[in-house]
């Protein structure tokens, strides 16, 4: 009921930035809140950011300072702003969303967008 399309990963030096984008469509009425999260190989997927529809945000550690999660509701669109990079950063970065779907929480995730920084 809801699709996920991340985009705007890519290859960077360290120090660099990119800037995530990810395009919800379907029941997207339903979300209450979404995040970005990051799984490295052979590494356990982990929170980076999260944006309640309230605006409220919240960050991982390693990020504050860093980066930057927003969303466009317009657009149905929330964006990660990563300045800085270091080479940890490297992973595949998935897009999520918490929404009630008949009355019952439910997590839907994209398909992951790559983000590797060169040292």
């Known amino acids: 009921q809801v699709q996920l399309v991340e985009s705007g990963g890519g290859l960077v030096q360290a120090g660099g930035s990119l800037r995530l984008s990810c395009a919800g469509s379907g029941s997207t009425s339903s979300i209450y809140a979404m995040g970005w999260y990051r799984q490295a190989p052979g590494k356990q997927r982990e929170l980076v950011a999260v944006i309640s529809n309230g605006g409220s945000t919240n960050y991982a550690d390693f990020v504050k300072g860093r980066f930057t999660i927003s969303r466009d509701s317009s657009k149905n669109t929330v964006y990660l702003q990563m300045n800085s990079l270091k080479p940890e950063d490297t992973a595949v970065y998935y897009c999520?969303?918490?929404?009630?779907?008949?009355?019952?929480?439910?997590?839907?995730w994209g398909q992951g967008t790559q983000v590797t920084v060169s040292s």
């Open positions: 999520n969303a918490a929404a009630w779907v008949i009355a019952i929480k439910r997590d839907y």
